[in-house]
């Protein structure tokens, strides 16, 4: 059986983070999603390519909800929530430190 949604602008990595990364199922809603991706039988995602060290990832980490959600929501760096934090704790202001978790730069 084939389902067909009508995906919004800005609505893909909800599609993503409630189907996709459960084998096309329909993860149950405020369920971890490793937990959710265990009862599926998916593999967690993980993280591939030669560029990961740029964006201070290491080959064969587990992709979190918060990366995804970063990533493909936010269209930021996976790390934005840690990137904006450090920035608003070395005294920038709130603008500054987002531009700086989108960008993925100090």
Known sequence: MMDIAIIRAGQ???????????????????TPLVQAQEEAGVPAGRWM???????GLAGGDVVTEAQLRNLF??????????IEADQLAAGKKPAAARRAGRSGGG
């Open 73 to 82: 929501g936010e269209g930021g760096h996976p790390h934005a929530d840690e």
């Open 49 to 55: 390519g030669r560029g990961l060290p740029v964006l």
């Open 12 to 30: 893909m990595h909800r599609y993503h983070l409630r189907q996709v990364v459960v084998g096309d199922g329909r993860r149950p809603a405020r």
